[in-house]
């Protein structure tokens, strides 16, 4: 796959912009402005970023609670986003989601399904809609490593397979199921090996390269745009903070987590642009304060927005309510 | 008017508006060539090859399915084989769909949650206690779901019409003694909405409010006690999820006394919600306390003669009745 330079910046500004982002979640959390609970994703900026870059208009992409950089990715406003988070009016579900919830349909973020197993199974009513409509679009579900032994993992892999459906299952392995080390979840090295029961592709790799995650899942997208079916894909990477903010995180090392944040998606990335002179220090400086301003207006947006009025509990329970004037 | 059965009911309404709406779909175990596990779907196949599919045993897969293509716009109407197995795939029900407007952001996507789901329910064929249930009861209490729950050919098909051309996710129960009833059912488009109980035998002594199957009875106990002079007022909410308060309200004003007739076990009961309603918003019009005619709180038996013990008969109807009068 052919990369152009500006594509190269302009996945270095995600990357970066989901980083600050989470940040910012992170210390508005410790300060406790945030309500409710908030899983970041820092450290698999690579895996979000990838993706989303080969994702185009009527693609649909799914993920969980980890992955608020994925909305940042498909271009869903971070002003609603950060607002959704305050649960504030101007969020994305008019602050009636919240972070395990927020999306943005226009954009193709379905959002975050906060219940593991069946966003592996909803992913393939939309890949059934668009084989239907023929419209060469696919339908992506981003999700952990503790998902993926759900059942729905399974039996949705297997209707995306006995269908052909333009599914892709991408598992961000981030070695912990909330505390539970994948050593004690099952007994094979790669996940990708269950898609050989269901007779389909499937593919581990490194999550933190981001070359490599453009270009897997460039290529299962490309196949499954074309009739070709779903497709399996691993990423193996690590998620620097807890499972949650505020968890201690006593099932893990130090050294673990320093050895991790040596494979660090975004440095990573930078030696590449610096090798084939794509940027300099000083412009990947700009962009990282660029992305960091964005964020500052994000949470200023979010601060000035107003609470729902009372009258919004009651709004979207039905689209029709017989006998009564709800609407 | 012709008359045609349950089934027959449930097959014109799905060709119908699988002819009128190209994105409506039909689809779940053996609903294809097989026709479903009741017949229901059979030749709806040989019209509409691409467009009733057979699946996996895999409710969890079928639903998520029927989400997922509702979110996107289509009409799923996905068929469980039993609502028993509801139990299966309830988090469709519970936290995917029923939810899904409201807390996820579903408004900027406006209409797009709505998929029927149907099911055979009830006991009476002798199939034990995972085959037997009438689920309604789990599923009152869930925010965002509509549950309709019809009796007769004419409403069947009417309200399973109108269900498939709403925007909410519907939980459409059929219960499996009623397939084979037969009942006049109007030409043309006929069209049922939710939250209109209707008045099957008008009455000035008692209320009875019953579903399905004990629609039926219900009106038998009525024409057995009509000769005693007792004159029933038979109304079946036909959805309870919009429920119509307003019909069961007068209905109870003007008789002032409510028997509640469901085949399902007393405990939890979905009707219990309308005695409760009809309790706090009419209880000065109530010369006697509402009476429930249910199940016992057990599972249901396979020995027939359990069973048909177990199914609230005609005579536990009148007892009821006759207790209301007391």
Redesign the interface.
């Known amino acids: 796959m052919k990369l152009t330079n500006n594509d190269l910046i302009k996945l270095y500004g995600d990357m970066w912009y989901i980083r600050h982002f989470e940040q910012r979640l992170a210390d508005l959390f410790a300060e406790g402005v945030l309500p409710g609970f908030i899983h970041l994703g820092i450290g698999q900026e690579a895996c979000m970023a990838g993706t989303c870059f080969n994702l185009g208009d009527g693609d649909?992409i799914g993920a969980t609670h980890r992955e608020h950089g994925v909305l940042l990715c498909r271009g869903v406003s971070g002003d609603a986003i950060m607002a959704e988070l305050y649960g504030k009016v101007t969020g994305?579900?008019?602050g009636?989601?919240g972070s395990m919830?927020?999306?943005?349909?226009?954009q193709g973020a379905?959002?975050n399904?906060a219940?593991l197993?069946?966003a592996?199974?909803?992913?393939?009513?939309?890949?059934?809609?668009?084989k239907?409509r023929k419209n060469k679009k696919v339908?992506v579900s981003m999700f952990g490593d503790g998902a993926a032994n759900r059942?729905?993992f399974h039996?949705?892999m297997?209707?995306a397979s006995?269908w052909n459906l333009p599914s892709i299952y991408i598992i961000n392995n981030n070695g912990y199921a909330i505390s539970v080390p994948k050593s004690k979840q099952q007994k094979i090295d790669d996940l990708s090996a269950r898609a050989a029961g269901y007779g389909i592709p499937g593919v581990s790799i490194d999550g933190n390269d981001l070359i490599a995650v453009i270009e897997t899942t460039g290529e299962a997208i490309a196949r499954a745009r074309e009739g070709g079916g779903p497709s399996l894909i691993e990423f193996k990477t690590y998620r620097w903070r807890g499972h949650f903010e505020g968890d201690p995180t006593p099932y893990r090392t130090d050294e673990e987590v320093a050895e991790w944040k040596k494979k660090d998606p975004i440095k990573r990335f930078e030696k590449i642009l610096l090798e084939r002179s794509v940027a300099t220090e000083k412009d990947m400086k700009g962009i990282h304060d660029q992305m960091l301003a964005k964020v500052d207006g994000h949470q200023k947006f979010a601060e000035d927005s107003p609470w729902p009025p009372m009258s919004e509990m009651y709004?979207?329970?039905?689209?029709?309510?017989?006998?009564?004037d709800q609407k | 008017m012709r008359e045609i059965t349950v089934a027959e009911a449930i097959r014109e309404a799905l060709t119908e508006e699988m002819e009128r709406n190209p994105?409506v779909?039909v689809f779940g175990e053996d609903v294809g060539a097989f026709g479903g596990c009741f017949g229901v779907t059979t030749g709806l196949y040989d019209k509409f090859p691409d467009r009733v599919i057979d699946?996996?045993i895999?409710e969890?897969?079928i639903?998520?399915?029927?989400?997922?293509?509702?979110?996107?716009?289509?009409k799923?109407v996905p068929e469980i084989m039993f609502s028993d197995f509801f139990s299966v795939c309830f988090?469709?029900l519970f936290?995917?769909s029923s939810k899904a407007?409201?807390?996820?952001?579903?408004?900027?996507?406006?209409?797009n949650?709505?998929f029927v789901l149907r099911a055979p329910n009830g006991a009476g064929v002798r199939a034990a206690a995972q085959h037997s249930q009438c689920v309604e009861q789990f599923m009152m209490p869930v925010?965002?779901l509509?549950i309709a729950i019809p009796s007769t050919p004419a409403d069947t098909k009417g309200m399973l019409k109108y269900a498939i051309r709403?925007?909410?996710p519907v939980v459409f129960l059929e219960h499996k003694m009623m397939y084979g009833i037969s009942g006049p059912v109007p030409d043309g488009d006929h069209l049922v909405?939710?939250?209109?109980a209707d008045i099957k035998r008008e009455g000035t002594d008692v209320t009875i409010v019953a579903t399905q199957m004990m629609v039926h009875k219900s009106l038998a106990a009525a024409e057995t006690l009509a000769k005693e002079g007792i004159n029933i007022e038979v109304v079946d909410p036909r959805?309870l999820k919009?429920?119509?308060m307003?019909t069961i309200l007068a209905s109870v004003k003007k008789t002032k006394h409510l028997v509640l007739v469901n085949e399902a076990p007393k405990t939890g009961n979905a009707l219990t919600e309308i005695g409760l309603r009809v309790v706090e918003e009419a209880f000065d019009y109530l010369e006697a306390p509402p009476v429930r005619v249910c199940a016992p709180d057990t599972p249901i038996p396979f020995s027939p003669v359990l069973e048909d013990a177990w199914i609230r008969s005609e005579a536990d109807i009148i007892e009821g009745v006759r207790k209301a009068l007391a």
């Open positions: 649909i994305t579900c008019k009636k989601g919830h927020a999306c943005g349909l226009k379905l959002g399904n219940i197993g069946p592996q199974t909803i992913v393939n009513g939309f890949a059934y809609a668009h239907t339908a059942g729905e039996e949705g297997n209707f006995m709004t979207d329970v039905y689209y029709y309510e017989e006998g009564s | 994105e779909f699946t996996m895999a969890t897969g639903l998520g399915i029927a989400c997922g293509a509702a979110y996107s716009g289509m799923p988090d469709y936290n995917q407007r409201y807390m996820t952001g579903m408004q900027e996507g406006g209409k949650a709505g925010v965002g509509k709403g925007n909410d909405p939710f939250a209109s959805s919009p429920l119509d307003k």
